[in-house]
């Protein structure tokens, strides 16, 4: 399969979609024609980020490459937010056809020289950063998709995770976290099974974004071992128009393993 995907009329939010793999993600399915929510907290106007970018410029690009991307401004971890997201994609466009849970904030209460010290070494506070701000923002988003996807009876779930190979990632509260996403999506895939809706979730592998720079400046790693963000959003937007993707609910899958089964590398190198 070397063509790209179709999917006009389809319906998406990403979150943290700004940039990283949120971005990759966003417009392989722009270039796909989808409608694509983009959100995030990093605005054009009054940003308090560090990092450049913004949720409009990132929609900008969906609508560029052929899609129809939205920027909404929506703090993840504020449920009153969530559920103005979901209830402004109800009433424009009356479905919601795929969710990808991509924000991550459980560094923001990090000192970066202190992340691989020690469980015994962390600040406790950061037990709420991490699994308040993430792990539990996946179940707020994905509670109100869910909502909206029932009624369709159809849909498609992605939680994207860290690596999933069994490997301790060197830091205690983040490998307890992404394990709970990974256990997360399995339970929600037996309980959205009878409604035809999918739930996964997504290792994309290392990626090198702007975020993961203050860690590599810690304990340095090889670019080589990173992932394409081009591949994960691929991945994603294969997954979208897979008509089969039921038979994937409930498992962790792998970019790497996508590309393959998927053959969109050809397609990206031509």
Known sequence: MTHIPNLPGKVAVVTGARRGAGRGIVLALGEAGATVYVTGRS????????????????AEAVTRLGGLGI????????????????RRVRSEQGRLDLLVNNVWSGYEQYEF???????????????????AWSVRTHLVAASFAAMLMRGQRGGL?????????GLYLGNLLSYVAKSAVIRISGGMAEELRPYGIAALALDPGFVLIDGTMPAHAVQTFSPGCTELL??????????????????????????GDLVQEYGFMELMES
């Open 43 to 58: 605005v054009r106007v009054n940003s308090k980020e560090k990092l450049p970018g913004s949720i409009e410029e990132t």
């Open 71 to 86: 920027p909404v401004r929506c703090d993840h971890a504020v449920d009153a937010e969530v559920e103005a997201l979901f």
């Open 113 to 131: 020289d202190r992340i691989p010290a020690p469980f015994w070494k962390q600040p406790l506070c950061c037990w709420n950063g991490t699994f």
């Open 157 to 165: 779930i992605i939680n994207t995770v860290a690596r999933d190979q």
């Open 230 to 255: 081009e591949y994960i959003g691929r991945s994603v937007a294969f997954l979208a128009a897979d008509p089969h993707v039921m038979q994937k609910t409930g498992k962790v899958l792998k970019v």
